[in-house]
């Protein structure tokens, strides 16, 4: 028996949305642009949920053939913004997403990475508190500590949304995925990454060691992350499984050598809802450029600045108009456990009204100097000194010899301690221990094995710890933003208006009539843009107006349409899905055409004649 897609979808959608609606009091039969979105994204293959067969997952979605192409170019235009276009400075790189856990215990993460979740006593469900707060109340509950959350929910007598029932004690809730590297042991335990930084932090000497010691140094990742939500609800938007786009940008805070900020940003505006502005109660961002935000202290890092300029413009570049967005100052309270100050990018979306799209943290020096702490390791960058400087400095030695007398076949293994700590490290613990031993990791080491003299040396250098800049985006809401900007319907049928160089699919091609010789030019010119490297689709089926429809329902830019005068003068007509104009061109320009249209140039100023417009 056949089924209705569209209300297979249009039930998946109601059915997703179901938490919201009980939350809310809305009615199913009310579409929002949302629902219309989620509809065609699903109906035409852009994206649907995960084990929809079995009734799906909250907080898992697969992409569709079309989705995976949108993606594709999405996570390439950035690619193009943040890497290519500094890859004077940036370079990129790919590490594992499975992480030993106490990578995540130097980052902080085990400890801080959590949520606060509250359940119901009768029916079982799981919400999380902040989040429960705000669609019961309306009030921003983010950053609020156990404590208050608890008595919030108690003094307004808050229960359950979906049963009525009591909800439990709010408590922690870690918010990272859970396995074991090898056979099942607490020594084994590891997570999946929940944000690809610490790769790049855990590599900085590595990068920085094969770039030359140059600083400042951009280090990019695009990879996989994941995060257990407590009760992902929205969607495509807030995800388990995502993929992430991010820099880890390491600069000397006394040289940023920041010049491209003035030099590429200082005609461009942001706009910025001030932490400051949020505090008096305010929601009115201001208009400024990224150099006067610099300037004036209302962003604290140049390059963090430089990289809001950046994103401004790449978000823009996927449909988002420039007054439809802006960055919003997190509070003290709200800043994750590594940040000094961070930016969410926000975009005005039609159901949620604000949607993060990315975050730009200002990660000082947190990172590398934990990494290094847990590790001993040397992840300092170099600095040149203007005018060497003589410094006396004490040194300490160790008797190699006395070592091997006192431990034998041991003594290797009391080197390769040694071998970890600084000279400065071991001098404060000699200095520090009592008695005439000192226990280096459980290995008691007589003190005078040790010894310390004073030299004088020149220096050149001296070390520092790296300051961080980190812009990061998620890919899969950038999407759902760029479908729904993208969503426009027009006497009675949607068109998908999505930008030329995003768009899944480049070209459609049309013969006017299922008839030789036409279909056979046609079949040509299909062939020809393949080769030239185009996603195109051929549709030789309904009437030409339907086949234009359905074109622009999946967003295609552009049609060709083979007709009876291309069989006599070699050409062909393009139509231009925006403007439904059509130019006529020889098939030998066809490419290059094609070509100027995805870099953004309008195809109907390229000097073609224009012969009319089609529905």
Not at 27 to 54: C, H, P
Not at 117 to 145: F, M, N, P, Q
Request: aromatic share 10%; hydrophobic share 40%.
């Amino acid at each position: 028996m056949a089924t209705n897609s569209k209300y297979i979808s249009l039930n998946l959608i109601k059915s997703e949305l179901r938490e919201d609606v009980e939350l809310t009091g809305c009615s199913l039969n009310t579409i929002s642009k949302y629902d219309k979105v989620m509809d065609l994204a699903t109906r035409r293959g852009f994206l649907w949920q995960s084990y929809e067969i079995y009734g799906g997952v909250a907080g898992f979605y697969d992409l569709g053939p079309l989705g995976v192409l949108l993606k594709n170019n999405i996570v390439e235009l950035w690619r193009e913004y943040f890497v290519k276009q500094h890859q004077e400075f940036v370079v990129e790189i790919e590490t594992p997403i499975i992480t030993p856990a106490h990578v995540l215990r130097a980052s902080g993460h085990e400890e801080h990475f959590t949520d606060f979740a509250v359940s119901c006593t009768r029916c079982g469900r799981l919400y999380r508190a902040d989040h429960l707060i705000k669609d019961v109340l309306g009030i921003e509950a983010e950053g609020l500590t156990l404590e208050e959350l608890n008595t919030i929910i108690k003094e307004k007598n808050i229960r359950c949304p979906a049963c009525g029932g009591e909800l439990s004690e709010v408590r922690k809730f870690l918010l990272l995925f859970q396995t074991y590297i090898g056979p099942y042991s607490p020594e084994n335990l590891a997570y999946l990454r929940p944000e690809a930084a610490q790769g790049m932090f855990v590599n900085f000497k590595r990068v920085y060691e094969v770039m030359r010691r140059k600083l400042p140094l951009g280090i990019a990742q695009i990879g996989r992350v994941a995060r257990n939500e407590i009760s992902p609800r929205q969607g495509p938007i807030r995800l388990r499984e995502f993929t992430i786009m991010e820099i880890e940008f390491f600069y000397d805070d006394k040289n940023p050598q920041a010049d491209i900020l003035y030099h590429r940003c200082q005609d461009d505006k942001i706009r910025i809802l001030t932490a400051e502005e949020r505090r008096r109660g305010g929601d009115k961002p201001i208009e400024i450029t990224p150099v006067e935000a610099y300037e004036s202290k209302i962003i604290l890092s140049p390059w963090l600045a430089y990289w809001m300029c950046i994103a401004n413009r790449f978000v823009h570049a996927l449909g988002v108009p420039l007054d439809r967005m802006y960055f919003e100052e997190k509070l003290p309270e709200e800043l994750a456990h590594y940040s000094k100050q961070t930016f969410d990018q926000i975009v005005i979306v039609d159901k949620w009204g604000k949607l993060e799209v990315s975050g730009h943290a200002y990660r000082h020096t947190y990172d590398l100097e934990r990494h290094m702490k847990f590790t001993k390791a040397d992840l300092y960058a170099i600095r040149h000194l203007a005018e060497p400087v003589r410094v006396k400095k004490r040194v300490i030695k160790y008797d190699k010899k006395r070592i091997l007398e006192i431990f034998g076949p041991q003594a290797r293994e009391v080197f390769k301690v040694l071998s970890k700590y600084q000279g400065d490290e071991l001098l404060k613990l000699i200095e520090t221990s009592p008695g005439d031993n000192v226990v280096i990791e459980g290995i008691a080491l007589p003190k005078d094995v040790f010894t310390v003299i004073e030299e004088e040396e020149v220096q050149t250098v001296e070390k520092f710890v790296p300051h961080v800049a980190e812009p990061s985006f998620g890919a899969e809401r950038l999407l759902y933003v760029a479908l729904e900007y993208a969503y426009t319907e027009e006497d009675g049928r949607i068109v998908l208006k999505l930008p030329p160089r995003i768009a899944p699919i480049k070209v459609a091609v049309f013969p006017l009539v299922e008839k030789e010789p036409i279909v056979q030019m046609a079949r040509k010119v299909y062939e020809m843009l393949k080769e030239a490297g185009f996603y195109v689709i051929y549709d030789e089926s309904g009437s030409i107006g339907r086949r234009y429809a359905r074109a622009d329902e999946i967003g295609v830019p552009f049609a060709i349409t083979v007709d009876y005068d291309s069989i006599t003068r070699n050409d062909v007509t393009i139509r231009d899905r925006d403007t439904r104009k059509q130019i006529r061109v020889p098939i030998s320009d066809v490419v290059k055409v094609i070509e100027r249209g995805i870099k953004g140039e309008n195809i109907l100023s390229l000097g073609y004649p224009i012969v009319g417009s089609n529905p």
